[in-house]
């Protein structure tokens, strides 16, 4: 299976993230081709600023991707993931827009012509692959570990087609498959986590990152796992002064290669500003 | 106001704000907002507002600029009004009359300049950007950086797109496009 990745910029930052998609990936017969020259989505800042350039660029991306033969592009952070498919939505009903996106892309010989799905990597390996392709490569014992699915925002909604709005369960099917237990009932799995908003209103944002901690804390997880580099920073990164037991916050990818026998170092776990030690 | 129907005006045809017509005035959009709380007007007061022509109040409350971006309004809501989508328009339109910077508008730039310039962002010129105008801000978030750094997760160097002369061309031409239109 082959596949036109787009790592968007957060994606080298994040802990551990490209080292355990690249093991998992490997190891599960995906091929993840990073789309050449790729560029910054523009995300929430340039929609929230410019009105065609925070369309061009996800076009470009996209351009990018048809130019070299993709069908599908596969995000690995919610905010890039919606980015570009609402950007490929918008540009699919607006011909007008389109044209207009397409003259400023002719500057650099590329055309967006939309022929391209876009994807979440968590959700291509549930849905592409079947269970059994997955569980023959597990090698460690999970089932006594509880972890927490945090989906965040910008996966389901407002699409919710491939999955639920408010109570997704992809992941928790993911986290199942691969030995361990998804925590039940979690309610603040698709509670936002403030995204970009921490920078500037911290004070804001962490009562929202307090209630997704103190519900998995509380029903009995003792991990959080995660999607998006964005939300990882944000719930890791604002345990300080909660009063409430620290909870490691894991890429669903290191979940994945933990079960498959890889090691904690092979996974980057240290990078975790909340350290993950494996109790079982 | 004169200046305010003309705003008013902007905000329905350049903005295409015609949906927020279909209003119904339910409040969910508030109630399932997680800044609300923080707002100077929940999101249904403010399309009330900018329904009425009250634009200049309307583009200086802080509303828009708390939106997260999380769609939990834009699913709920009854009359399937694209609310996320109509913050945007208005922050934009905020900024086009001038109004006093909020601090998202400053971080929102600090975040393009460093894409505009390279097509790619770091975390670091990011931040970097928004620290100069914010110095409260870059102490506060100083002991994260300094745990980032140590875990070697800080990308100091700035990563270009390879053709970053046809990047930036690309983005000169919407520049001029977006000013023609």
């Known amino acids: 299976m082959k596949y036109g990745f787009f790592p968007g910029c957060s994606y080298k930052g994040a802990a551990g993230y490209k080292e355990s998609t690249e093991a998992v990936s490997q190891l599960l017969g995906i091929e993840l081709v990073e789309i050449k020259d790729w560029n910054c989505c523009g995300a929430t800042s340039y929609w929230s600023t410019q009105s065609l350039e925070a369309y061009v660029l996800p076009a470009r991306i996209m351009a990018l991707a048809e130019k070299q033969e993709f069908s599908e592009i596969v995000n690995v952070c919610n905010a890039c993931y919606s980015t570009l498919r609402k950007a490929h939505e918008k540009l699919t009903q607006d011909s007008d827009l389109k044209q207009k996106v397409n003259l400023a892309l002719a500057e650099e010989g590329l055309t967006y012509s939309g022929n391209l799905k876009i994807r979440h990597f968590m959700e291509v390996i549930v849905n592409d692959l079947k269970a059994d392709d997955i569980k023959k490569h597990i090698k460690k014992d999970l089932s006594g570990l509880v972890v927490a699915p945090y989906y965040g925002c910008q996966l389901n909604r407002p699409w919710a087609d491939i999955d639920d709005a408010y109570y997704p369960v992809l992941m928790d099917r993911l986290i199942e498959i691969v030995g361990a237990k998804p925590l039940k009932n979690y309610s603040a799995k698709t509670e936002c986590c403030g995204a970009a908003h921490m920078v500037a209103h911290k004070d804001f944002c962490i009562p929202l990152n307090n209630r997704i901690i103190k519900d998995a804390v509380s029903k009995g997880a003792q991990s959080i796992c995660t999607l998006c580099p964005l939300c990882q920073l944000n719930v890791d990164s604002s345990q300080q002064g909660l009063g409430l037991p620290k909870m490691p916050v894991i890429f669903f990818t290191q979940l994945m290669g933990l079960a498959f026998g890889f090691s904690e170092k092979d996974l980057m776990l240290n990078k975790l500003l909340t350290p993950f030690k494996m109790a079982v | ?181």
């Open chain 2, 1 to 181: 106001m004169m200046a305010d129907l003309v705003l008013r005006d902007r905000f329905f045809k350049k903005y295409h704000g015609q949906e927020i017509e279909n209003c119904i005035q339910c409040g969910t959009c508030t109630g399932s907002c997680p800044l609300a709380p923080y707002m100077d007007y929940g999101p249904r007061q403010l399309f009330a507002m900018v329904r009425e022509g009250d634009m200049t109040e309307a583009l200086n409350a802080n509303t828009m600029w708390f939106c997260v971006s999380c769609y939990n309004c834009v699913v709920k809501c009854p009359r399937g009004i694209s609310i996320t989508d109509h913050m945007y328009s208005l922050k934009k339109m905020a900024a086009e009359i001038g109004i006093k910077p909020p601090k998202m508008l400053h971080l929102y730039q600090s975040f393009n300049a460093p894409v505009e310039k390279h097509g790619r962002l770091t975390d670091v010129a990011a931040m970097a950007g928004y620290s100069l105008r914010h110095p409260g801000a870059a102490f506060r978030n100083m002991p994260l950086g300094v745990k980032l750094a140590a875990k070697k997760r800080l990308e100091f160097k700035p990563r270009p797109v390879d053709n970053i002369t046809g990047f930036k061309k690309v983005m000169e031409k919407a520049k001029e496009i977006e000013r023609l239109s």
